[in-house]
């Protein structure tokens, strides 16, 4: 049997009866990886002999003792280059473990040594953008594996990982496992601690599982979630045992679907899969209505001011000062030499898309523009989190496709980011107003691309996220499909 | 013509937090460099800061004391600009909503009292220091992340005396609340002025200079002296004042022109998203305030109240909080009702001692009992108050105390006049003609036969009973 295809709790329970060992399941996935990501590459500097990631020894009833996990390359690690897919961090080792990072070793989870790919620094929806190259989608290696998390949901996919961590600023674990036909969790702003996440923008990150199914993800989040006094923005919220949700039915839970996700640029195939799952979901004893989320037509801006903004501001430390890559033989014309070196240093180590947002969100943050864009974004926003808090007053959730379309072909949206940023249509929302949302797959469209369906609660709504998919997968097939690779 | 300078003040202050403003990283001076730094305030890669509660209750305390309003609701923003001594390239502090705004501090200059608006002391982070070498230079972290107040004066001040005042105000106070070692000399306080003359009468603001560099108060009054002549000179000679920063040449003793400010720096302000907004709660800003001692204004005023002094005794007394606690001390036990004497003790030869030895009067571990002891002495008339200053000297020395070296040094005075009979009756017989000269009226011989008796008594005997006796003496032949 192939370990590898396994979820953690199936191998948890075979770990737990002593049928199998941990080494067993690592040395499986090693050599899942070693024959299906030359192909998907999911993984970044494979190339390089992986440096171990340092273990702490958990006691033996611990949460995930035995099961490894692959971690985005934008989550530290200590010892273990974390370079955010970017030229500018390369080489940098972080000297401290995230706090997910040290949960999961508390938890005796294995950190795998080799880190996913993913767009540069989080920038960009189909994991094109990084410095490593494009990673594949396991179900047509022609095609795009969704973004940023793309290297996580790709590897989730294709079995060459248990279960990821991703991070999400604007739908970066929902899009990607979306596109590759995998559960992705956003939690609610402030469940996960962001310390040891190399922020993208500080105000909507935040760290989530990609896992083979919704129990792997509860399973994560049992971890993963709590205050942490390293991160002011950590909530202090109790965390429940998520895995209680699961197995609860659905019955008289009342379901909203906002008729704004249903126009326009929703591709037919993605509109007729979530109607069947919307079915599914009535004939499960859920009560559906239609309602409205007026401002969403605004998120799209609104998240690529405040995004960018905070970005150009997170991203200035990349400077060649301290770490990561400094370009040498800088040409010192009339400038000062340190000038200089800033400019090669950036002009060389970050890419263009990082290059185009720093630029936007600097010009949205100068003086004379501040009040027309960020400010302006920043009231909007509340108006769209205002749009949730009424429907979430009656309502249990929001049901919605999670992209616009199935994943489609590398290359064919890159030279149009326009078209690129559309693809968060629907996900970008719940990072602007704080929400939870979780992604499970619902169907295929006609070339056997995933295509996934996207459950909003109410902040800290998490059981309810996992209550309403786990039973929706009960009942349907789609995540059990594996691509053949 | 006549000119009138316009100066506001821009105060940079450590507070002496255990730690960082947010991490937990040692704030100790004068360590191995980059030995106190940690991935947050190295600004590593998903590192986040939070916020030191005692900075914030130190700021909160200072801006209260200065008599500012505390912002209830407030929140941190991110000033974004390029820097190598700056690790995340934005430095973490507060545009629109500082802690406190619109405040005060009163000065005394002439005599006058003159009230000095404060527009608003606000918390950020320190940066690190740059050391350059030939060919490199060199970043400290160890300084980065140092809680910072910036306290920003309203353009009130007028005068470069006005300025000292205003600062030697202000560090008093800040004493007093025990929030910062003030000391310019280690970087705890900076202070850069802003400076534009305009014609006596005229409402408008000249163009202002902004000074820097300057290492101590008197630098900064010396600065400024030098840059309302130099910026006179230039109106004078027809030419425009222009808008500049200029650096304080402590050598030279000028002002040199650094940078033009021709482009203005946008520092793109927004919201420090890893540091939510909070609220400052009114119980929180009453305990504060209930923490915030008598401060040297109030004190000097309660001592002209109760110890009968002068405004202008009493404000010597309570500039420094610990010596105006001994000084205190001092004028409680003291047994005269009338507390001048012993107010003199310390104003006059205590303080000159102290400032001889570079220390307070507090460093002179010289405890209140022993001062006292020491006063009773000359106030008993039992030494001279000549050799009480001796003594004084000896006592801070030696940590002896007073009786034990005045008994050493046999240093009680003769007033018994059984004792000085004989020294006088020679006085009189050597010195015929000045018992003469006395005889006709001359006050200055008798003063000439006191000093040879005192000679005669190798010092020892009491003045004023030799002068008393020398009277009767001379009154009887």
New interface residues.
């Given amino acids: 049997m192939e370990l590898y295809k396994l979820t953690g709790h199936e191998l948890l329970k075979k770990l737990s009866s002593k049928e199998i060992t941990s080494e067993d399941i690592s040395l499986a996935l090693k050599k899942r990886i070693k024959e299906t990501d030359p192909r998907v590459k999911a993984y970044v500097r494979t190339d390089k002999s992986g440096t171990e990631a340092k273990r702490i020894e958990a006691r033996d009833n611990s949460a995930l003792k035995g099961i490894p996990v692959s971690i985005k390359d934008n989550?530290?690690t200590d010892g273990l280059n974390?370079e955010?897919s970017s030229r500018i961090?390369t080489g940098?080792k972080?000297?401290?473990d995230?706090t997910v990072i040290k949960k999961l070793k508390v938890s005796g989870a294995s950190i795998l040594d080799l880190k996913t790919n993913m767009d540069e620094f989080a920038f960009g929806s189909s994991t094109e953008n990084s410095f490593f190259g494009p990673t594949r989608n396991p179900w047509n290696l022609e095609c795009v594996p969704g973004g940023s998390s793309g290297g996580s949901a790709a590897a989730v996919a294709s079995d060459e990982a248990i279960m990821a961590l991703g991070s999400d600023t604007g739908g970066s674990i929902r899009q990607p496992a979306s596109f590759c036909g995998v559960v992705g969790l956003k939690p609610t702003y402030g469940r996960v601690s962001?310390?040891?996440?190399?922020?993208f923008?500080?105000?909507l990150d935040q760290i989530g599982p990609i896992t083979k199914d919704t129990e792997d993800s509860a399973l994560l989040m049992n971890i993963i979630s709590g205050h942490d006094?390293?991160?002011?923005?950590s909530a202090c919220v109790d965390v429940p045992d998520y895995t209680k949700s699961l197995g609860m039915d659905i019955k008289g839970l009342k379901i909203a679907i906002p008729k704004e996700y249903f126009v326009e640029g929703l591709d037919p195939q993605v509109k007729s899969s979530i109607e069947e799952a919307i079915n599914e979901l009535k004939k499960l004893g859920a009560e559906i209505k239609e309602v409205s989320l007026p401002h969403s037509e605004y998120a799209v801006p609104v998240y690529y001011i405040i995004a960018t903004?905070?970005a150009?501001?997170n991203l200035?430390?990349?400077?060649g000062?301290?770490?990561g890559f400094r370009a040498e033989d800088s040409r010192s014309k009339d400038e000062s030499k340190?000038i200089s070196m800033?400019k090669d240093t950036r002009g060389q180590g970050f890419g263009q898309e990082a290059k185009r947002r720093i630029i936007l969100g600097?010009f949205v943050?100068?003086?004379g523009y501040?009040d027309a864009y960020?400010l302006r974004a920043l009231k909007v926003r509340t108006l769209i989190k205002e749009d949730f808090d009424a429907v979430f007053k009656e309502f249990d959730c929001i049901v919605t496709p999670t992209a616009p379309t199935a994943a489609f072909k590398i290359g064919e949206k890159i030279e149009d980011p326009l078209r690129m940023y559309l693809s968060d249509i629907y996900t970008i929302s719940a990072n602007l107003s704080g929400i939870p949302a979780i992604s499970v797959p619902c169907g295929f469209t006609k070339n056997d691309l995933p295509v996934g369906l996207q459950i909003l609660a109410k902040p800290f709504g998490e059981e309810t996220l996992f209550r309403v998919a786990h039973t929706y997968e009960q009942n349907t097939p789609w995540h059990k499909r594996r691509p053949t690779l | 013509m006549n000119y009138e300078a316009v100066i506001g003040l821009e105060v940079h202050l450590h507070l002496k937090t255990k730690t960082k403003a947010f991490c937990g990283c040692s704030t100790e001076f004068g360590n191995e460099p980059n030995s106190q730094v940690c991935p947050v305030c190295l600004g590593f890669p998903g590192s986040l800061p939070v916020l030191n509660k005692v900075a914030l209750d130190y700021a909160i305390r200072t801006g209260l004391a200065l008599n500012c309003k505390i912002q209830e609701f407030t929140k941190f923003d991110r000033k974004n600009y390029f820097y190598p001594d700056l690790p995340k390239n934005y430095q973490i502090s507060q545009y629109d909503l500082p802690f406190s705004r619109d405040g005060f501090l009163d000065i005394n200059i002439e005599g006058k009292p003159k009230r000095i608006g404060i527009t608003r002391a606000h918390l950020e982070e320190d940066a690190g220091k740059l050391i350059h070498k030939e060919n490199t230079s060199l970043v400290d972290f160890n300084r980065t992340g140092i809680p910072l107040l910036e306290i920003v004066s309203e353009p009130d001040i007028n005068s470069p005396q006005e300025a000292y005042e205003y600062l030697t105000a202000l560090k008093s106070i800040l004493e007093y609340l025990e929030v910062s070692d003030c000391d310019m000399e280690k970087g705890s306080l900076r202070c850069d002025a802003n400076i534009s003359i305009r014609e006596k009468g005229q409402k408008q603001f000249g163009t202002k200079a902004e000074l820097k560099n300057m290492n101590s108060f008197k630098g900064v009054k010396d600065a400024l002296q030098f840059e309302i002549e130099r910026q006179i000179g230039v109106l004078e000679s027809g030419e425009k004042v222009i808008q500049e920063t200029r650096l304080w040449d402590t050598k030279e003793l000028k002002t040199v022109s650094m940078r033009t400010k021709e482009e203005a720096k946008d520092y793109r302000y927004f919201p420090e998203p890893d540091l939510p907004p909070f609220i400052i709660s009114v119980e929180k800003i009453a305990e504060i305030k209930k923490s915030i001692p008598e401060l040297p204004k109030e004190k000097m005023l309660r001592f002209v109240k109760e110890f009968g002094l002068s405004e202008y005794d009493a404000g010597i007394l309570v500039a420094s909080r610990r010596d105006s606690e001994y000084a205190e001390e001092c004028l409680k036990a003291y047994p005269s009702k009338d507390k001048k004497a012993i107010a003199n003790w310390l104003i006059g030869p205590l303080l000159s001692e102290a400032n001889n030895r570079n220390s307070n009067i507090c460093g002179l571990k010289v405890l209140p009992k022993g001062l006292l002891e020491l006063v009773g002495f000359v106030d008993r008339q039992e030494i001279s108050h000549l050799s009480a200053k001796a003594v004084l000297t000896e006592m801070i020395d030696s940590a002896k105390g007073a009786s034990a070296i005045i008994k050493e040094k046999n240093l009680i005075q003769i007033s018994d006049t059984g004792s000085l009979n004989a020294a006088v009756e020679e006085a009189i017989k050597e010195n015929a003609k000045s018992v003469a000269d006395y005889k006709q009226g001359k006050l200055n011989a008798l003063m000439f036969l006191v000093g040879q008796v005192m000679k005669k008594s190798q010092g020892k005997a009491n003045p004023k009973v030799v002068q008393e006796m020398l009277k009767r003496r001379l009154a009887d032949a």
């Avoid at chain 1, 006094?229 to 923005?233: C, L, Q």
């Avoid at chain 1, 200035?316 to 400077?319: G, K």
């Fill in positions: 989550i530290c974390t955010c961090l940098f972080p000297p401290y995230a962001r310390y040891g996440l190399i922020a923008a500080s105000s006094p390293f991160d002011s923005t903004a905070e150009s501001s200035a430390r990349f400077d000062v301290q770490y340190l800033y600097t943050l100068s003086h501040y960020y």
